[in-house]
């Protein structure tokens, strides 16, 4: 998902890099096609495992951040319509929030319909390219942690309990933690490509 902010080009070798503040074009797609085959893209497949290793896939989503957010390019953008690795990792981290909150929804009441999160108006009046990426990290792996410790707790009927999101599409807990897992896994290597795009040309 590229998006948030941009702010001025500046020339460094053979190419440019990006920090911060013009508005990116947000993301229109719907990825909810990740539960029906494998994303060519990062290579995640949601669909062979059990469901009791959604837990620990969460917390292996959650793992690299601190690692990737301590780059010194992590407030830089690798091109123009693209989030740096600051901006994604603040995108992971309220990803994870939203999770708890979801799936906490599904598991205690019934039928729960989910207000829309704008996640490009979130990037935009948060300054995810301003936070402070230690603090981030921090609080990702603390919502990481949460949404898994969540998971953790499902048994029997409660995996199949089910919500909708705000246009209408259907989740239950299994889906939707299948669904989830792809997110920040998806953006790890988004993270990852734009670090080797920045190396080559600084």
């Given at each position: 998902m590229s998006r948030g902010e941009q702010?001025?080009?500046?020339?460094?070798?053979?190419?440019?890099?990006?920090?911060?503040?013009?508005?990116?074009?947000?993301?229109?797609?719907?990825w909810i096609w990740v539960l029906e085959r494998k994303c060519e893209e990062c290579g995640f497949d949601t669909r062979p495992f059990p469901v009791e290793d959604i837990a620990q896939l969460l917390r292996e989503a959650a793992e690299p951040w601190p690692a990737l957010l301590t780059h010194p390019l992590v407030r830089v953008r690798p091109q123009e319509d693209c989030?740096?690795?600051?901006?994604?990792?603040?995108?992971?981290?309220?990803?994870?929030?939203?999770?708890?909150?979801?799936?906490?929804?599904?598991?205690?009441?019934?039928?729960?319909?989910?207000?829309?999160?704008?996640?490009?108006?979130?990037?935009?009046?948060?300054?995810?390219?301003?936070?402070d990426p230690l603090v981030v990290a921090s609080e990702l792996l603390a919502a990481g942690t949460a949404l898994a410790d969540l998971y953790d707790t499902v048994q029997g009927?409660?995996?199949?309990?089910?919500?909708?999101?705000?246009?209408?599409?259907?989740?239950?807990?299994?889906?939707?933690?299948?669904?989830?897992?792809?997110?920040?896994?998806?953006?790890?290597?988004?993270?990852?490509r734009g670090y080797e795009r920045l190396s080559r040309v600084v």
């Open positions: 702010q001025i080009t500046t020339p460094r070798a053979r190419g440019f890099l990006y920090v911060g503040d013009v508005t990116i074009e947000p993301e229109t797609k719907s989030w740096s690795a600051l901006e994604y990792g603040c995108h992971v981290r309220d990803a994870f929030r939203t999770g708890v909150y979801r799936v906490h929804r599904m598991l205690q009441e019934d039928d729960p319909r989910f207000e829309n999160w704008d996640q490009d108006e979130t990037a935009v009046s948060e300054r995810y390219d301003l936070q009927v409660q995996w199949q309990r089910p919500g909708l999101r705000s246009d209408g599409a259907p989740f239950t807990v299994d889906s939707f933690g299948r669904y989830f897992v792809h997110d920040p896994m998806h953006h790890i290597a988004d993270v990852q």
